[in-house]
């Protein structure tokens, strides 16, 4: 029998709960309403004033200044300058409509502004509050305007009205393209690019300020100010003085070869640094082509540098795009392309770009063989013009050979072959280990954006086959930087203290107290002082030596030592090289060091170390006496004249750039907006710090060139005194009259009047460097 389904009933006590809650909610619903009501008719102000106190009104942001870069000096090499931006307010001019012709009249004769522009967007936009009219002027500019603003002021207008000036800063670089490559610039927004600006970034950048606006308690606006904080000062080691007369010597080599040979700079890069010895400060830093930092689009400074593609590769010659830029190609390269030639002028070479050094590493075999105990320094070496290592034949710089060559005498000379048994004599782990202690490989962590990383452009001591210990011994088959080598190179002429090379001295709060003083630091010793001393004997014997290479180097009357390299690049033709010398003074008590690169000179003949060595001698003609070093040396009567003659040009040229000065200071323009920063800001442009170097460019044949001339003769000319019976055989060939080289009755090819050194023929060198293909066991 089924069960019948129970039914739930909706019973009379449960209608009567449900009508209670319903008249419950009714009654709460009726509170709620008579209260809303209460609070509109009675308390509608109160209200309003606590929601309208919770806004802001007119929140504007206030800029704050970039801190300054001064050299040791005090002299400014950047500074941030308030300018102003005219704003217009529509909102609150059209407020008061007879104001409305009077404002713009005023903005127009002012500003020199379009009136049909600000009419059209006063029409067309009637509630904006914020329209730039005008940028980055200049208080002197803004100021008459501003009278007629001021509220009791003779010149006050109050019909002008919604008008107001908006702060901000422009960063400007008073020396123009001076230490360019070292100080960097700053995009359109205010962020550091390249050198100190990118460096230091965080310490120049400050913090915007604000200022709010609210209603308080009786709807009065009131303002409430967060003030910027500027940014701090850095002061660097930097002296204008020197900075001035190293570029000075590099623009003129500049013009002085440029479209020599071919179309194009002087070189392709010419780089110095100038350093003390005694506690890494960096006292000059320059390259160039270098470029206005007030305005670092200019293509102009484009024209005659090595070009590159859209990649940042350097263009084939034979290509239709050329192998340098003129301003045909300019108008011809895509921005892409563009972008990769302005990045690749403001790289810093003397930081960011490698080579191989050449014989500026013989200093380095010898210290390190010294110092090892693998030879003592006073052994001798028989030099027949070539050595035979592993399935080759590798040349000396006189392929006729140098005889007997005692240490001290192979670095006078330069000579290959001695080396090359300097470098048997210590073997692979030993001339790896005193690689890594002179920092070869290594970044030197100098306080400049964009240092490039060699590590794996060094050979370790597994990878050092014959071949390559042997050529690494006079500087070929690795490359550095100029950076890496000058302070490792300072290391071996102060007593063997590796300091670790700075630019920034100390960093100034906004109110000019000192926050942090950067001391001198010292790395490591990488070799000991007998050795330094040893090696500091055998470097002044370059310059002073009656068969040195180094003579052109030596400034009038003053006696330095150094060591000069010649670099062959690859692919190894023996027509383009890197030339070098790296010095020191004085002679006998190093303090400063100094180290001149040129990159494939523009000359038929490049291997000539004279194209270092009298740039050198320039800069320290000036420099030496500039830093109240007392002369050593007498002076001949060709040197006396040489300097009143100096005297003389540089009061001249003294005399022109006041002129000049004076005149440019009476057009200035009053705004000084870089153009093209907008390509940064999209993301298009920038340095590229990561790249690891030119590749596989320098490999070393060494012929470095040793002369008895002056710094400014030619060794070209003339066939120079018969030899010694039994000596120099190629003093006795023929010359060619239009060279002023011998020929060669062997080969035909033409000898180096001076060094013997063989022009033309193949290399005796692998086509290798280290990172790049096999080694050559």
Not at 620 to 646: C, I
Request: with cysteine; hydrophobic share 35%; charged share 25%.
């Amino acid at each position: 029998m089924e069960k019948r389904k129970k039914v739930q009933k909706f019973t009379a006590r449960m209608r009567r709960k449900l009508g209670v809650l319903f008249v419950i909610l009714l009654m709460l619903f009726g509170g709620l309403g008579a209260r809303l009501l209460s609070i509109i008719l009675n308390n509608e102000e109160e209200y309003q004033k606590q929601v309208l106190a919770q806004r802001a009104y007119d929140s504007i942001s206030i800029a704050y200044r970039r801190g300054s870069i001064t050299d040791r000096n005090g002299t400014v090499l950047a500074v941030s300058e308030k300018v102003y931006n005219v704003i217009l307010d529509v909102r609150v001019l059209t407020q008061t409509k007879e104001a409305i012709e009077p404002t713009i009249a005023a903005l127009v004769h002012h500003f020199d502004l379009d009136p049909t522009f600000i009419r059209n967007y006063i029409k067309d936009n009637p509630t904006s509050a914020y329209c730039i009219l005008a940028r980055e002027l200049s208080y002197d500019t803004v100021a008459p305007f501003m009278a007629l603003m001021e509220i009791g002021g003779e010149n006050y207008n109050e019909l002008i009205k919604g008008v107001w000036f908006e702060d901000s800063y422009i960063r400007k670089y008073p020396n123009g393209s001076m230490a360019s490559d070292l100080i960097g610039f700053t995009t359109g927004d205010g962020r550091g690019m390249g050198g100190l600006e990118q460096y230091y970034e965080e310490e120049l950048r400050g913090t915007e300020g604000r200022e709010y606006g609210y209603l308080d308690d009786n709807m009065d606006l009131e303002r409430t100010t967060i003030p910027a904080t500027d940014g701090n000062s850095i002061v660097t080691t930097i002296d204008g003085n020197l900075q001035t007369i190293v570029e000075k010597q590099l623009l003129q080599f500049n013009e002085q070869y440029r479209d020599a040979f071919h179309e194009g700079n002087g070189a392709e890069n010419v780089g110095c640094i100038m350093m003390d010895v005694n506690n890494g400060e960096i006292l000059a830093m320059a390259s160039y082509p270098n470029f206005d930092l007030n305005d670092v689009y200019d293509t102009d400074a484009l024209i005659g540098m090595r070009m590159v593609d859209e990649e940042g590769k350097k263009t084939d010659p034979d290509s239709e795009l050329g192998a340098y830029i003129n301003e045909a190609s300019i108008e011809n390269m895509s921005k892409k392309q563009l972008m990769a030639n302005l990045n690749s002028l403001w790289k810093n070479f003397t930081i960011a770009t490698s080579y191989e050094p050449g014989s500026v590493a013989k200093p380095f075999t010898v210290a390190a063989a010294i110092d090892g105990g693998a030879i003592t320094g006073n052994e001798s070496y028989e030099c027949n013009g070539s050595l035979h290592v592993g399935d080759r034949d590798i040349s000396c710089h006189n392929r006729y050979g140098d005889g007997t060559v005692s240490v001290a005498r192979s670095i006078e000379i330069s000579c290959n072959v001695a080396l090359m048994k300097v470098g048997q004599a210590m073997g692979a782990e030993m001339f790896a280990h005193y690689q890594h202690a002179f920092g070869f490989g290594l970044k030197t962590n100098i306080d400049l954006y964009g240092e490039t990383r060699t590590a794996n452009l060094i050979y370790s001591a597994d990878k050092l086959g014959p071949t390559e210990l042997a050529t690494g011994t006079f500087g070929q088959g690795f490359n550095v930087t100029m950076i890496e080598t000058i302070a490792a190179f300072s290391s071996l002429i102060n007593g063997g203290y590796y300091y670790q090379p700075h630019v920034v001295s100390k960093i100034l709060s906004p109110g000019g107290a000192t926050i942090k003083n950067i001391q001198p630091r010292v790395i490591r010793q990488t070799i000991s002082e007998s050795t330094s001393d040893k090696v500091r004997e055998y470097c002044n014997q370059v310059v002073s030596g009656s068969e040195g290479t180094g003579k052109t180097a030596r400034p009038a009357g003053y006696m330095i030592g150094g060591k000069t390299g010649t670099a062959e690049t690859i692919p190894r033709d023996k027509t383009n090289y890197v030339v070098s010398f790296m010095g020191y003074a004085p002679a006998d008590d190093p303090q400063i060091a100094i180290y001149v690169v040129v990159d494939r000179p523009n000359t038929q003949y490049q291997d000539d170390a004279k194209f270092a060595t009298r740039i050198v001698r320039g800069i320290l003609s000036e420099a030496l006496p500039y830093l109240h070093f007392p002369m050593t040396e007498g002076l001949s009567e060709t040197e006396e004249q040489e300097l009143l003659d100096k005297k003389a040009e540089e009061e001249r040229i003294a005399a022109e750039r006041k002129a000049a000065k004076e005149e440019e200071e009476g057009n200035n323009s009053e705004n000084g907006i870089l153009d093209g920063n907008e390509l940064l800001q999209n993301g298009e442009g920038g340095l590229d710090g990561s790249v690891e170097g030119m590749g596989s460019e320098a490999v070393v044949i060494d012929t470095d060139n040793a002369s008895d001339q002056g710094a400014d003769s030619d060794p070209r000319e003339g066939e120079g005194e018969a030899p010694e019976p039994g000596q120099e055989i190629w003093r006795t060939f023929d010359v060619d009259p239009e060279t002023g080289y011998y020929i060669d009755p062997n080969t035909g090819n033409l000898i180096d009047p001076e060094t013997g050194n063989e022009i033309g023929g193949a290399s005796s060198l692998p086509d290798t460097v280290a990172g790049e293909g096999n080694t050559d066991d």
